[in-house]
């Protein structure tokens, strides 16, 4: 056992020593997510910190959704010639995936939370227990839950127009960006071009 | 000594296993395991521990079936979905339950050596499916370059480009609706511009969305949603189809109707996109949204804003509501949660108010329809078996508004369209066909 199990430790540190040789090349929104959050005394939600793309990959990295915000998180590359304009766009996708990480994780975790209670206090007032004869859990109609849609809606409005108004101004700074960085790195090739024709 | 000889063969074995990882091995292991210790001593297994490594087996069989059955899931309604994923649940306790009265309770009872073996399988168990698990997750990452052989299947996702063949095709129908001579070029520029358009307004929409969009079943496959298209090429590709469509449209056919799909792009993305959640009116706008194409097919063919082309974007008005009320009662859940100011959320009983209010609306449209010269008297006459189909599955869905009739009412209004198109087409005032016979 104690050798299966040191086995089994061994082949996951093998993991992270490949990582630590790549490490500086691949930024990671995971990073930053422990950062922020350690700093507000919260668990890191972001599944980013595990994951370890190629070294000699040259692109950002999508993963498969988070389990409680959904959002699919990037491992952004860092070329090795990246210019100020670049850095700028990067570390604000970041910081934007760690802010819609939050938002979306603590929304979703009290939605759940708020139709647990609301399930049993329903069931409570119905006299049943949570869990049924089989042992799975007793679930209402979409009828008897609506009264929750509808309040929980109603008490995440302002929180939603906060968020709204904020979405749209992140999303349009970084597609604006982005075509900037893409219009330099266009110049920048046109520039090299010229002066390797003119030598 | 003799409990440290016991616990041996065990332990080697769980090494056996621990080495055998590869995904279809852990689902092999709960029958590989148990034959195995079965052989190995079988007074050393009691019926406890055997309950026990039956539950822990079942607990994990159930997780790695829900976290497959999470990808699996398609574009359906959520409701749909659940059905499915409980009842393969319920299956999979049935098929293990019958293993457990091959080894009938003994008299021994679990001492701590044995409490010892079952805690550290459990505790290799955990790991090995752990390790298991992180590399299934590693090989769902996927590196964000562009494919360019994926590109048009990526763009026709990013346009909802069947929408947009809907949406061209109600244009169409204007086109052919208004009483004046067929012109195919005419025809193709406005079947070409509005398809255009309509890309443009599809793919910005997808642009503002794409947090909401990743929380919603429906729309969690959204190729800006799974990063298989960067921000900047999705409103690249918008711009591009914009600038053409509307120019094609205003110069290759009129600047009205250049002007009311350039009005139909700013609608759909300025307003209804951001109204979804601040009020309930964007299901109003959208509704405008909807009625419009069949006014530019109109006005692309006679120039000009006649009632009829009012009439022609009235019924595609009505039509919204019993189909997109119909819709949104299945996604009340994904609404909430998202914070999407719906009818169906909010105001439950307006919506399917409304709903039942312009299906009876479409009746009286297509009454009026001979009245202003766009069909003939056969018109209403031969679409009111249709027409009261649908108010009755209307009502149906006011009365009992549960997730059955609300089902029957979208599906009906799926196929009612297009049939009332077509009747519309065939009892057209200009160009009857029953006129040749």
Not at chain 1, 113 to 118: I, N, S
Not at chain 1, 157 to 177: A, D
Request: aromatic share 10%; hydrophobic share 40%.
């Amino acid at each position: 056992m104690a050798e299966a199990a040191a086995a089994a430790v061994r082949a996951g540190r093998r993991v992270r020593h490949v990582c630590s040789g790549t490490r500086r090349c691949f930024s990671r929104a995971g990073g930053g997510a422990g950062l922020l959050a350690a700093e507000r005394g919260r668990e890191p939600e972001s599944r980013a910190s595990s994951f370890c793309p190629p070294a000699h990959s040259c692109n950002d990295w999508i993963g498969p959704p988070d389990s409680q915000s959904n959002l699919r998180p990037i491992v952004f590359h860092i070329p090795k010639n990246e210019s100020p304009l670049g850095r700028r766009l990067r570390e604000f996708r970041q910081e934007t995936q760690v802010w819609n990480q939050q938002f979306w994780a603590s929304q979703n975790v009290s939605f759940r939370k708020g139709k647990e209670e609301f399930i049993y206090s329903r069931l409570k007032a119905k006299g049943l227990e949570m869990k049924g004869e089989t042992g799975q859990k007793v679930t209402l109609s979409a009828e008897e839950m609506a009264d929750f849609y509808k309040d929980f809606l109603s008490k995440n409005f302002k929180k939603h127009m906060c968020y709204n108004r904020e979405w749209y101004k992140r999303n349009f700074t970084i597609t604006f960006l982005m075509g900037q960085v893409a219009f330099e790195r266009a110049w920048r090739r046109l520039g090299w071009k010229k002066t390797k024709v003119g030598n | 000594m003799s409990a440290a000889r016991r616990c041996g063969p065990p332990r080697a074995l769980t090494g056996l296993f621990v080495w055998h990882l590869p995904k279809p091995a852990v689902r092999q292991m709960p029958c590989k395991f148990m034959h195995c210790c079965g052989v190995v001593n079988k007074r050393w297994i009691t019926f406890q521990h055997l309950n026990f490594l039956k539950r822990m087996y079942v607990t994990q069989y159930n997780k790695d079936l829900s976290q497959q059955a999470k990808p699996k899931s398609d574009p359906v309604a959520p409701p749909f979905l659940e059905k499915k994923h409980l009842g393969q649940e319920k299956t999979v306790i049935r098929e293990i339950r019958p293993v457990s009265p091959l080894h009938p309770p003994s008299s021994e009872t679990l001492n701590r050596n044995e409490f010892k073996a079952v805690n550290s399988a459990a505790v290799v168990e955990d790991l090995a499916t752990a390790v298991g698990a992180e590399s299934k997750e590693e090989k769902q990452w996927k590196e964000m370059k562009l494919q360019l052989d994926d590109l048009p299947g990526i763009l026709a996702r990013l346009s909802k480009i069947k929408l947009t063949a809907l949406v061209v095709s109600t244009a169409s129908a204007g086109f052919a609706m208004a009483p004046v001579p067929f012109d195919l070029t005419c025809f193709l520029l406005t079947s070409i511009g509005t398809g255009l358009a309509s890309c443009a307004a599809n793919s910005i929409n997808q642009f503002f969305e794409v947090p909401f969009d990743s929380n919603m079943n429906r729309t969690k496959n959204r190729p800006l949603v799974r990063g298989q298209i960067s921000p900047l090429l999705a409103v690249s590709f918008a711009a591009s189809c914009a600038v053409p469509g509307i120019a094609l449209l205003t110069l290759g056919v009129n600047p009205l109707t250049g002007a009311l799909g350039a009005f139909n792009i700013f609608l759909y993305t300025c307003c209804y996109t951001p109204m979804k959640r601040m009020s309930i009116i964007n299901t109003w706008v959208g509704a405008v949204v909807g009625a419009i194409p069949p006014i530019m097919g109109w006005t692309a063919a006679t120039g000009s804003l006649d009632a009829g082309a009012l009439l022609l974007g009235g019924i595609l008005y009505s039509w919204q509501f019993p189909h997109f009320n119909a819709l949104s009662w299945g996604l009340r859940e994904d609404y909430s949660r998202g914070g999407y100011c719906m009818m169906s959320v909010t105001h439950p009983a307006m919506c399917r108010r409304v709903a039942l209010r312009h299906c009876l609306a479409l009746i009286g449209l297509s009454t009026v329809a001979p009245i202003l010269d766009v069909t003939t008297w056969n018109f209403p006459l031969i679409s009111l078996p249709i027409n009261l189909y649908i108010s009755y599955l209307g009502f149906r869905f006011y009365r009992d508004a549960d997730r059955s009739s609300s089902r029957k009412l979208f599906f009906c209004s799926l196929w009612h369209l297009p049939m009332l198109l077509l009747l519309m087409l065939t009892y057209n005032g200009a160009e009857s066909l029953l006129l040749f016979f």
